[in-house]
């Protein structure tokens, strides 16, 4: 599922970086300047769950969004409380994936915070 959302990504003009785990994507994210962060809840290593909070603390201002066989299961106040973005259920449909990153991009960031 990684690779075919990183190819409609692509495919739309957008720059996509692909970590094998949580923990690789957050170590990207503390090298490199990152616009959005998709990320799974289940995965090896550390959760989505784990990567949001880490992000949340270390990068508040990037958009983060769920993309689950979850979606429709999670607890609404667990998910307002890790500050994410959006969440889209798998199988997901790639205009409901475009629409939801089109719309973290457009989202203002707290002043002082550059976009790259």
């Known amino acids: 599922m990684q690779a075919v959302l990183a190819e409609l990504l692509r495919e739309a003009g957008y720059s996509v970086t692909v970590a094998s785990d949580g923990l690789e ?52 106040e667990r998910l307002a409380g890790t500050g994410v973005d959006f969440v889209v259920a798998k199988p997901f449909q790639a205009q409901d994936i475009l629409r939801h990153v089109a719309q973290a991009l457009m989202k203002p960031r707290s002043p002082g915070v550059e976009r790259s």
């Not at 090298?31 to 769950?49: K, N, Q, T, Y």
Request: glycine letters at 12%.
């Open 25 to 76: 994507g957050v170590e990207h994210c503390e090298r490199e300047s990152v616009d959005v962060v998709l990320s799974d809840i289940s995965m090896p290593g550390i959760s989505g769950w784990d990567v949001a909070a880490r992000l949340r603390t270390r990068h508040p201002h990037i958009p983060i969004g769920f993309v689950t066989g979850w979606g429709d299961q999670l607890d609404q």
